[in-house]
T-cell receptor
Framework: GAVVSQHPSWVICKSGTSVKIECRSLDFQATTMFWYRQFPKQSLMLMATSNEGSKATYEQGVEKDKFLINHASLTLSTLTVTSAHPEDSSFYIC?????????FGPGTRLTVL | AQKITQTQPGMFVQEKEAVTLDCTYDTSDPSYGLFWYKQPSSGEMIFLIYQGSYDQQNATEGRYSLNFQKARKSANLVISASQLGDSAMYFCAMREGWSGYSTLTFGKGTMLLVSP
């Protein structure tokens, strides 16, 4: 199957700093990428849908200015958590759509101290 | 109303036995797709099986089969001959419509534990 990578796989940062997470589709071009957040023992919650060359569409309740999404190319989308706080600590998963399937990255575990 | 409902928070099964994980869905869109994903403790989401709303036959992928009952709006996952490595969280998901903007909606998941 198609491969989606994420970097970094885990990150620990101080409160108030910004963290950038990269999501790449390695062997296919993805016009649409998705960002999810997953708290412990909970399901995946969609944060935003990102299309190459256009602004991301955010789900209700997700702060656009806090979670900046850039989809610069057909193979790269980035999520920047600005001024991160402990409540932003979570597992962030990106996903890329290819035909009818949706492939997921391995996730990034963010811990904000 | 929840779009995807998984009523079993946890399931236990013995190795080599079959297990059914329940999933019901709610949509008024005639075009939709149903997915099952496995999430082991590592966190990666592993695609298992897909069923389209217009598919006449139940989907099968190796030991996985999807019991699709359209009138009842259910899409249960059947795992035959369970293995210890099947222990994981399982999510049912639905995508409504076929546009590139269609997103996946996930259920709350079922934790499956396979014992020797």
């Amino acid at each position: 199957g198609a491969v989606v990578s994420q970097h970094p796989s885990w990150v620990i940062c101080k409160s108030g700093t910004s963290v950038k997470i990269e999501c790449r589709s390695l062997d296919f071009q993805a016009t649409t990428m998705f960002w999810y957040r997953q708290f412990p023992k909970q399901s995946l919650m969609l944060m935003a849908t990102s299309n190459e060359g256009s602004k991301a569409t955010y789900e209700q309740g997700v702060e656009k200015d806090k979670f900046l999404i850039n989809h610069a190319s057909l193979t790269l989308s980035t999520l920047t958590v600005t001024s991160a706080h402990p409540e932003d600590s979570s597992f962030y998963i990106c996903s890329a759509r290819f035909a009818e399937e949706q492939f997921f990255g391995p996730g990034t575990r963010l811990t904000v101290l | 109303a929840q779009k995807i409902t998984q009523t079993q928070p946890g399931m236990f099964v013995q190795e080599k036995e079959a297990v059914t994980l329940d999933c019901t869905y709610d949509t008024s869109d005639p075009s939709y797709g149903l997915f099952w994903y496995k999430q082991p403790s590592s966190g990666e989401m592993i695609f298992l099986i897909y069923q389209g709303s217009y598919d006449q036959q139940n989907a099968t992928e190796g030991r996985y089969s999807l019991n699709f009952q359209k009138a009842r709006k259910s899409a249960n996952l059947v795992i035959s001959a369970s293995q210890l490595g099947d222990s994981a969280m399982y999510f049912c998901a639905m995508r409504e419509g076929w546009s590139g903007y269609s997103t996946l909606t996930f259920g709350k998941g079922t934790m499956l534990l396979v014992s020797p």
